[in-house]
């Protein structure tokens, strides 16, 4: 059963897209809406608006797998995870 955060999945090619995410060790590459981040995590908020404030398009994720940065920004623009995908985490 996959878990939703709505019922209609964002689709990401609607508006220009504002963030990248890279890892170390891959070309796995990950876009996303600095502002639709924001509205889902505080985290995001803070990082792209607030005290924390990054400055660059690109970010390297060093604390994390790719699979699950993947599965909490799909999760985040509505796509749901699966219980699968939170077992292989």
């Known amino acids: 059963m996959a878990h939703q955060l709505n019922s209609k999945v964002l689709d990401i090619n609607l508006v220009p897209l504002d963030i990248m995410f890279t890892f170390h060790d891959s070309k796995m590459q990950i876009p996303a809406h600095k502002s639709i981040l924001a509205m889902a995590s505080p985290v995001f ?6 005290s924390l404030k990054e400055t660059k398009d690109i970010i390297m994720i060093e604390e994390t797998t790719e699979e699950a940065f993947a599965s909490m920004i799909g999760f985040i623009y509505g796509k749901g995870i699966s219980e699968g995908t939170i077992e292989g985490l």
Request: aromatic letters at 34%; zero cysteines.
């Open 45 to 50: 908020s803070k990082m792209f608006y607030g």
